[in-house]
């Protein structure tokens, strides 16, 4: 391998990317912000947000629990040390997110393998994949559950190699240890994630053995999964308001008055009208797009000439299941498949599945390897720095400048997150606007208003511009803005030059090739 490419080189230099990507400002997905800190900050400092529905539906379809577990400690130390700053409260998350992720990844990793050439192997890809070192610093739930993912694949690891052992070598209480360890760790993936089950398919028959041979250890992991249930039930039927806790222990039996976010979600994702909302996508979507996307160059590591050893593997089945069973569901999106990119990591196939020359196989191998760098650095840049990179700077201007009687128009980017203007006197309304000016009326209790045009097409955003009435703030990115929008109407305010906008690309007009995002005042 050339000394370039050197495992210790490339895993010390991804120790610095880690730190700068979990504080820069991509915004990958909306539900990275808004079902963890939306809400969280709603719940704890009493801002006034734009919470979704799955937090407001009569069914709620999300749990407090993680937001409990990984936020609320967050929230109450920078509130402790008085950094009220929404940019530092996101810096703050994501960075902790992003060590979280590491450590228990790479010791999961290290402790699972068993021999160094493994473990090295293991930690250099996952370490220096895009994935890794973008995704895992965003605060979604696809990133909490990866963790989860991990560590439960490496307890039924170990759970298979002690079943194959000798009973003598083993002491009881560290298989019971274990068992309640995975019940834990199911329940809170579940309660994080109803997809989190998938991945344990296949890899369950594994755990079917070991349960089998120690007739405790099913009783050790049902404890402490139905402990560690109940009480994220218990805290979610409270969050929700729909009773308190001493209420619930006058009639603890009565089992409608608590809240299963889980079974809601199974029951909302399990009709097809629901997820037609959120967009159908053939079968094999998953594995014919998004595979590709997460791991590129790392596809050809993994089956060179259709071949792969460690097919057999734990974190090989918990992949594979996943993939299989995601595959089932018609909404299919890419981070769904994050939690697969460790566990695959561990199997790239360095050998190529060749048994010839290794003077053949070495050279491959550093062709591959030095395109897997190319590739996930392209990617890292692209996803962690300048996707909707403009954003939350554009917020944090907002936030920082207080300007009142202000109507935001954000246009052609994510949904803003309403959070980061930290509106503790509830001055905001929210508004989202659909494919017509429809459906919504200004409060005129209010000081000021965000609407979120979403992808509307420019007629329609031009005619609301025109017939609102206060001072009006155009956020947009300059790409769009230069290609429809007549500049002479208009004061730049601010501008970024590190966003980019893949939705809106027409590779027939170069404009739109721009990056940037501004605020346009309306003179």
Known sequence: MPQVLSWRYVYFLTIGLRFILALADSYIHPDEHFQSLEVATSAWLGYNTNIPWEFTSSSPARSYAPLVVVYWPVLKVTSLLGLESPLQIWYISRLVLMVVSWMVTDWCLYKMLPTKQE?????????????????????????????????????????????????????????????????????FGVFTRITFPAFFVLPSFYLLKSFWRWKALPFAAGATFALTSAACIILDTVMFGRRSVSELFTDPLDFAQYIITPWNNLAYNTNTSNLAKHGIHPWYTHIAANMPQLLGPGLLLLFFRFRNRYWKTTPFLAALSGVLFLSVVPHQELRFLIPIVPLLCCCFDLSLGYEGDAKDVASWSSVLMGLWLIFNLVMGVLMGIFHQGGVVPALDFLHTQKPQGVTQVWWRTYSPPTWMLADKE??????????????????????????????????????????????????????????????????????????????????????????????????
Not at 505 to 518: H, I
């Open 119 to 187: 473990r090295i192997k293991a930690i250099y890809f996952t370490s220096s994949s895009y994935v890794t070192l973008v995704y895992q610093s965003h605060c979604f739930s696809n990133s909490i559950e990866t963790v989860l993912v991990v560590a439960a694949v490496y307890v039924i690891n170990e759970l298979r190699f002690i079943s194959g052992q000798d009973a003598s070598q083993h002491s009881k209480a560290e298989l019971v240890k274990l068992a309640a360890a995975l019940g834990v760790l199911v329940s």
């Open 426 to 523: 509830a001055e905001y309304q929210f508004i989202t606007l659909n494919t017509e000016l429809q459906g919504f009326e200004l409060d005129e209790t209010k000081k000021n208003y965000v609407i979120d045009a979403m992808g509307s097409d420019f007629k329609i955003v031009d005619a609301l511009i025109k017939n609102l009435h206060n001072k009006v703030m155009l956020v947009t990115p300059v790409a769009s803005f230069s290609s429809n929008f007549d500049a002479s109407r208009f004061n730049k305010t601010w501008s970024t030059p590190f966003h980019l906008d893949l939705d809106h690309l027409d590779w027939n007009d170069s404009r739109t090739l721009q990056p940037g995002l501004a605020i346009y005042e309306l003179v």
